[in-house]
């Protein structure tokens, strides 16, 4: 049930991501190839858990196909570490299960998505938090863009706004209010787990 609640809100955030990036580059990167060039940008990962969590990013076809785009990093509780990812990839998760490898994706889990998007002449991240049901009680989750022109989405174990996060995949009935598009170039993204 979690993973066909899983997949379908996955699918509505990624078809509004590749709706509104008309431009974006749709070819899937190989393994490890989107790393130390100037089409990268840093998540700086923090990790407020009581315990270590290992992260990583994976991106997600349009046929639900997933792989692994970096090795997992561990993360002990209360400390932080760079991601870099690649600015022209769409369909990517930032997640917090990375010890479980590819198929832990598709359990409920907190993640932070995001993807390269352009309009007319401008370009940037389109991001969302997801918290799907099932997750683990205190795991809340916190994206912050470098640039105070864009959107900070917080989720803490009291909840989320719709606007903060997918929590349902009914939510695109009413217009996908998650899905937030950052259109300030590139920027780097500070993402907490566990925020207080
Ligand atoms: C992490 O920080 C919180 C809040 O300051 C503290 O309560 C907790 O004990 C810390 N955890 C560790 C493992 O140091």
Not at 81 to 99: E, K, Y
Not at 104 to 129: C, N, R
Request: include cysteine; proline fraction near 3%; hydrophobic fraction near 35%.
């Amino acid at each position: 049930m979690h993973a066909f609640t899983i997949a379908a809100a996955s699918f509505a955030a990624l078809t509004s991501l590749v709706q509104a990036a008309p431009h974006a580059h749709s070819h899937r990167h190989a393994h490890g190839i989107a790393t130390r060039d100037d089409s990268t940008f840093d998540l700086t990962v923090q990790n407020n858990c009581a315990t270590s969590k290992t992260f990583g990013l994976y991106q997600v076809s349009s046929s639900f196909e997933m792989t692994e785009m970096t090795d997992p990093v561990a993360i002990e509780s209360n400390s932080s570490s760079v991601i870099q990812a690649s600015f022209s990839a769409i369909g990517m998760r930032l997640s917090g299960t990375a010890d479980q490898g590819c198929d832990g994706q598709w359990a409920a889990q907190t993640l932070f998505e995001f993807g390269y998007s352009a309009y007319s002449d401008l370009t940037g991240t389109a991001y969302d938090l997801s918290v799907m049901e099932g997750v683990a009680d205190g795991e809340g989750i916190a994206a912050y863009p470098a640039t105070s022109e864009c959107e900070s989405k917080v989720c803490t174990t009291l909840g989320c706004s719709l606007a903060a996060s997918w929590t349902s995949a009914d939510q695109t009935s009413d217009g996908s209010p998650a899905d937030t598009v950052c259109y300030q170039g590139k920027q780097n993204f500070k993402v907490v787990w566990c925020p207080q």
